[in-house]
């Protein structure tokens, strides 16, 4: 359409990027991080999401509209992710003293 | 009258309906008239498959004892609620009469992309032949809300075909929604501003917000459910490190917000009748528009309103209860909007408005109930029992199916050519009413006296209503199949229809023929008044 065609190089280098990642994630698996390896699996797999969304779905040259709803799709899922935790979070509170 | 012109221009008229014919033309057709129809047709029959499992489980309860095993009672309501929910309710409203008016009220020749509206059938049959395969090998007992650990783990009936079947289905229902998005934003005729859309549309455009945004929820929970039951991946099954209310969580943050997509759509066309038959214009336009969008919104934050009794962290409890009542605003809003246009009006009794009637009464009890619901203190005593029943039956078949019925009546001529007959009509408008409080005010006050919701057996001195309930069940029956015969008499045999029977507003009433040739209009439609202008002021001038 009326954006420059993308050269077939950027496709195979965001592809190998992804290949690394992967490997990266299974290596990262072996290792005894504790906590972090929840962290590390996490965060990789967010920079490979961003990779796909940006350039296979070819976000980063979209209109603001679409990256609008993009927007809009990352905040919904936020609403939930938040509300889930905040409950995780507060199940073991006891109630508090008394005052009234 | 044979000889009366336009009539019999009207005769000789290509139309969408005789452009072209034989199965292939049905099948492979890409116009959203005839799509409408494919799905009318299959969402009817899906009712009637969700209808026979009621009767089913209605039958049983007539006695203390029932007559069904413990385990086939189960499969009867679980196959009941998935049918209706996922088959029926979902698309009924925005994939028929939305696909047939959204591109006609914003002056379109389509939707924006035809052939996935075709594709969307597709796959709501696929997921449907799926969901059947389940049941005709024996059916699946989950309940429709397939909670883990029971159906990730113990479960031993079909729950992953049925998943894949709610699953597939559920991708019908988001491109049906992508479709109304980017049809509302790009496709709208001259003149046609955000300000001057039927309210019609705006319901349509918030329903399509929620499937887009919901609907994937699902289908993740589904996959997840699936490996958790395939894999034992320690998702949702406490015995392998899950936490099964993680289940309630991500499927209630779709179904909540679902439950707005299957009463949204009642609202949209509640909001075109009324204004038809008070001669009047919708009192508070903005505010009714703007409701529906803050219902979408707001509906996202609910959920763990269905979780108050699951072991929820009670901190979150109060947060979901206080942000349901809120939901009840923009709900409330539109009901008294609805009311002030009435108000002076010049009100005429045809079905539609028998049935806008029916929605405005049975909706607001089924919202109020909702709010009793939503109060932590009642719901622990009352969660889990038959009051829940009442509630949302009172919303989904008092509400949505009121004003699927009262909707599929007021465009009958604009779809068919044909008038349907006025007299049967209203008298199963009556039945349908007198029906439905029959079979569902008996189950407030059972739930309330505490019967359980999913038991095949009860006490005895539950009895009574039961039986109530139950006749009226068999009232409602008729009620719903009465239709089905006039309507399909009308169909072939019906009196041909002018273009404008109601003399209502709106572009597919007022420029379009009837019914509309396969791209809509024959000439572009140009919009220069406000929506329901049925007192014809020429410009968008205030009272005064
Ligand atoms: C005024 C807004 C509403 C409020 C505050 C509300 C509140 C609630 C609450 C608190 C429950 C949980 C009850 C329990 O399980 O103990 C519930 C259940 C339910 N509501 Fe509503 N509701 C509202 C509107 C609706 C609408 C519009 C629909 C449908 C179109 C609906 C459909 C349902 C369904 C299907 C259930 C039962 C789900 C199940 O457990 O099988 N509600 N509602
Ligand atoms: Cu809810």
């Not at chain 2, 005769?11 to 014919?21: G, H, I, P, Q, S």
């Not at chain 2, 679980?78 to 979902?90: A, K």
């Not at chain 2, 929820?312 to 349901?324: E, G, T």
């Given at each position: 359409m009326t954006h420059p065609v993308v050269p077939i190089k950027t496709y195979a280098a965001v592809f190998g990027a992804l290949l690394a990642l992967t490997i990266t994630t299974v290596a990262v698996s072996k290792l005894e991080l504790g906590e972090f390896n929840f962290v590390a699996a996490m965060t990789i797999a967010v920079i490979k999401g961003t990779l796909v969304v940006m350039f296979f779905m070819d976000v980063r040259r979209a209109t603001s509209l679409t990256k609008l709803i993009v927007g809009a799709g990352l905040f919904w899922m936020a609403i939930l992710f938040v509300f889930v935790l905040s409950d995780y979070a507060s199940r073991g509170w006891l109630p508090g003293p008394r005052w009234f | 009258m044979s000889t009366y012109l336009p009539f019999a221009r009207t005769?000789?008229?290509?139309?969408?309906?005789?452009?072209?014919?034989g199965w292939k033309s049905w099948l492979f057709t890409t116009d959203h008239k005839r799509i409408a129809l494919l799905y009318l047709f299959s969402i009817t029959a899906f009712f009637f498959v969700g209808g026979a499992f009621a009767v089913g489980m209605r039958v049983n309860l007539l006695t203390p004892e029932g007559i069904f095993a413990h385990d086939t009672y189960n499969k009867l309501f679980?196959?009941?609620?998935?049918?209706?929910?996922?088959?029926?309710?979902?698309p009924s409203i925005p994939a028929t009469l939305g696909n047939f008016l959204v591109p006609l009220m914003i002056g379109a020749r389509d939707l924006a992309f035809p052939r996935i509206n075709l594709l969307s059938w597709y796959l709501y049959m696929i997921g449907g032949a799926i969901a059947l395969t389940a049941i005709v090998k024996g059916g699946v007992d989950t309940g429709w809300t397939f909670y883990a650990p029971f159906s990730s783990t113990?479960?031993?009936?079909?729950?992953?075909?049925?998943?894949?079947?709610?699953?597939?289905?559920?991708?019908?229902?988001?491109?049906?929604g992508l479709n109304f998005i980017v049809t509302i934003h790009t496709m709208r005729a001259p003149g046609m501003t955000w300000g001057r859309l039927p309210l019609f549309v705006w319901g349509h455009y918030a329903t399509s917000l929620i499937q887009v945004l919901g609907t994937p929820v699902i289908a993740i929970t589904?996959?997840?459910?699936?490996?958790?039951?395939?894999?034992h991946a320690g998702i949702f099954d406490p015995a392998v490190g899950g936490d099964p209310v993680l289940f309630q969580h991500l499927f209630w943050f779709y179904s909540h917000p679902a439950v707005y997509i299957m009463i949204l759509p009642g609202m949209a066309v509640i909001s075109e009748i009324i204004p038809c038959f008070s001669r009047k214009a919708l009192f508070g336009y903005t505010f009714v528009a703007i409701s529906s969008i803050a219902i979408?919104?707001?509906?996202?934050?609910?959920?763990?309103?269905?979780?108050?009794?699951?072991?929820?962290?009670?901190?979150?409890?109060?947060?979901?209860?206080?942000?349901?009542?809120?939901?009840?605003?923009?709900?409330?809003?539109?009901?008294?909007?609805?009311?002030?246009?009435?108000?002076?009006?010049?009100?005429?009794?045809?079905?539609?408005?028998?049935?806008?009637?029916?929605?405005?009464?049975?909706?607001?009890?089924?919202?109020?109930?909702?709010?009793?619901?939503?109060?932590?203190?009642?719901?622990?005593?009352?969660?889990?029992?038959?009051?829940?029943?009442?509630?949302?039956?009172?919303?989904?078949?008092?509400?949505?199916?009121?004003?699927?019925?009262?909707?599929?009546h007021f465009w009958f001529p604009k779809i068919s050519g044909r008038m349907y007959p006025e007299g049967w009509a209203r008298f199963a408008a009556l039945i349908v009413f007198v029906g439905f409080n029959l079979t569902f005010f008996p189950q407030f006050i059972l739930g309330y006296q505490g019967m359980p919701r999913r038991y095949a057996h009860?006490?005895?001195?539950?009895?009574?209503?039961?039986?109530?309930?139950?006749?009226?069940?068999?009232?409602?029956?008729?009620?719903?199949?009465?239709?089905?015969?006039?309507?399909?008499?009308?169909?072939?045999?019906?009196?041909?229809?002018?273009?404008?029977?109601?003399?209502?507003?709106?572009?597919?009433?007022?420029?379009?023929?009837?019914?509309?040739?396969?791209?809509?209009?024959?000439?572009?439609?140009?919009?220069?008044?406000?929506?329901?202008?049925?007192?014809?002021?020429?410009?968008?001038?205030?009272?005064?």
């Open positions: - | 005769e000789a008229r290509t139309n969408y309906l005789n452009a072209d014919y679980t196959m009941h609620g998935i049918i209706m929910v996922f088959f029926f309710l979902v113990y479960s031993n009936t079909h729950v992953i075909l049925t998943a894949i079947g709610v699953f597939v289905s559920g991708f019908s229902s988001i491109l049906t589904l996959v997840l459910l699936g490996l958790e039951r395939v894999l979408a919104v707001l509906g996202f934050l609910v959920w763990g309103h269905h979780l108050f009794v699951a072991g929820q962290s009670m901190y979150a409890s109060m947060v979901f209860s206080l942000l349901s009542f809120l939901v009840a605003i923009p709900s409330a809003i539109k009901v008294f909007n609805w009311t002030a246009t009435m108000y002076k009006g010049s009100i005429s009794y045809e079905t539609p408005m028998l049935y806008a009637f029916g929605f405005i009464g049975l909706f607001t009890i089924g919202g109020l109930t909702g709010l009793f619901l939503a109060t932590l203190a009642i719901d622990v005593h009352v969660t889990d029992t038959y009051f829940v029943i009442a509630h949302f039956h009172y919303i989904m078949v008092g509400g949505m199916v009121m004003a699927y019925l009262g909707g599929i009860y006490p005895p001195e539950f009895q009574v209503l039961n039986v109530m309930s139950t006749a009226g069940a068999s009232i409602l029956a008729v009620g719903y199949l009465l239709p089905i015969i006039y309507l399909g008499w009308a169909w072939r045999k019906g009196p041909k229809a002018p273009q404008n029977p109601w003399n209502a507003k709106g572009l597919e009433w007022e420029q379009s023929p009837t019914p509309p040739p396969t791209y809509n209009f024959e000439t572009q439609p140009v919009v220069t008044e406000p929506a329901y202008n049925y007192s014809g002021e020429s410009e968008e001038v205030g009272i005064g």
